[in-house]
């Protein structure tokens, strides 16, 4: 659950009788993935699309093909399957246990007979780590592991 900001990525599913389905309706609420997965026999295309619109992937359950920015791949085989799944992975700052902007991968593929290819498509990284120093609980002595380790 989210906005399309939140995730990264929002997604569109076209099928084949012309209608389609998008993950956030004009005021912002979100569809549920299960409609696609109960009309999944009748899925033609699934698009996931950035946040800004700038970066497009596609899994092209007619033809078979799967494209992103910079790459494509047709697939063989038959009866194709649409592979997406949403990982959602929370974040702790070390010593003060804020949490930061969780890590988000959509993962878009497609499954025939004979292949499988999917996309990792990374969103929301969030904040970069800081400098990270570790306090050593039996002596209080403070080292900073992002310095090299001398043998």
């Known amino acids: 659950m989210g906005r399309k900001e939140d995730l990264g990525f929002g997604w569109i599913a076209d099928f084949k009788d012309g209608s389609s ?29 950035s946040a800004d ?6 899994a092209d359950l007619i033809n078979k093909l799967l494209v992103g920015p910079n790459v494509s791949y047709e697939l063989t085989g038959k009866s ?7 990982r959602n992975r929370v ?3 070390m010593g003060s ?4 902007v969780p890590s988000i991968i959509h993962i878009l593929g497609i499954k025939t007979s004979t292949e499988e290819k999917q ?10 780590p ?18 090299e380790i001398k043998g």
Request: aromatic content about 12%.
């Open 21 to 49: 389905i998008t993950q956030f309706n004009k005021n912002g609420k979100e569809t549920l993935f299960k409609e696609v997965e109960d009309n999944m026999g009748n899925l033609a295309k699934f698009s996931i699309i």
């Open 53 to 58: 619109d700038k970066e497009l992937y596609f």
């Open 80 to 86: 194709p399957e649409l592979i997406y799944k949403r």
């Open 91 to 93: 974040r702790l700052e």
């Open 97 to 100: 246990g804020k949490i930061l």
């Open 119 to 128: 996309f990792e498509i990374f969103a929301g990284q969030g904040l970069k």
């Open 130 to 147: 800081k400098k990270v120093e570790i306090t050593n609980l039996t002596s209080k002595d403070k080292f900073d592991i992002t310095e």
